[in-house]
């Protein structure tokens, strides 16, 4: 009784705070999550090493062959795969968000924020902002690299319309890990949920190779794979073709994940006993 009592208080207050006070709670708690990172930089090690690694791996390992099969070489591979990669950071860096979600509820802080008259809104919302504060430090340590091993931005407006729209579809997954976050048990469980989730969905795209090399069966899945649209829409701006379809299939892909998982994290972040 008291539990529910409580847990009512708590939604009642959340209803009546103003536009104005969630914002400031929402910044207040970007910087609470910004500090921790500065005082933990090893939680960057993966933003830092990820976009070199990867890059690194598939241009000298995949890049000749698969260039080949492009009509090139190499260098067409690297101007192949960095747009389809800036699609991957937004996928493989949204699970940390809830890995971290499900750190901060084992370690109390959570329980200490309900405890709290804030926007129960606002904790979420400051963990979307902080991790895609960490994508775009993914993505341009990415862009360094590319251009280090041969890529050629020929669109710079394009470029950052690419990186806007991967952010927009980074945030609608984030929303899917805020979830699992709260109902799973633990860090762990978070990160493996995560990996069954990603590989398929990375591996069966067009971030890598081109999806008319797969066998049929594949080739339709990565037709319905909200990556594939996102690569193809970001190599697109970036080095000019067609865009419109897969721009706006990404666009209501993000729209419609985030309408359907936003209000379930919130909720379920609500009512966590």
Request: proline share 5%; net charge positive.
């Amino acid at each position: 009784m008291s539990a529910t009592t409580a847990t009512t208080a708590v939604t009642d207050s959340d209803v009546r705070i103003p536009l104005r006070g969630h914002l400031r709670h929402t910044g207040a708690l970007i910087r609470r999550n910004l500090l921790w990172i500065r005082q933990d930089p090893e939680s960057m090690f993966d933003a830092l090493l990820m976009p070199v690694v990867f890059t690194l791996l598939f241009v000298y390992v995949f890049g000749g062959s698969i260039g080949q099969a492009l009509g090139g070489g190499q260098g067409r591979y690297v101007q192949y795969v960095i747009p389809g990669m800036i699609a991957m950071m937004s996928m493989t860096l949204s699970q940390g968000v809830g890995t971290g979600f499900s750190q901060d509820f084992n370690s109390g802080v959570m329980d200490r924020f309900r405890s709290l008259p804030i926007g129960r809104g606002s904790v979420l919302f400051a963990k979307i902002a902080v991790e895609l504060t960490r994508m775009l430090f993914a993505t341009t340590v990415l862009m360094v690299v590319a251009v280090l091993v041969g890529f050629h931005i020929h669109h710079w407006a394009g470029l950052f319309a690419a990186v806007g729209l991967s952010a927009l579809f980074a945030s609608s997954i984030m929303w899917v890990f805020l979830t699992l976050g709260v109902i799973l048990k633990n860090a762990q469980s978070v990160q493996a949920m995560g990996f069954l989730v990603l590989f398929p969905l990375q591996f069966g795209s067009s971030i890598f190779a081109p999806p008319k090399s797969m066998p049929g069966w594949l080739q339709h899945f990565t037709d319905y794979n909200p990556l594939s649209t996102l690569a193809d829409a970001a190599r697109g701006l970036m080095d000019g073709g067609p865009v419109a379809h897969p721009l706006w299939v990404t666009v209501a892909w993000s729209v419609g994940i985030t309408a359907v998982m936003g209000p379930v994290a919130i909720h379920k972040f609500r009512t966590k006993s």
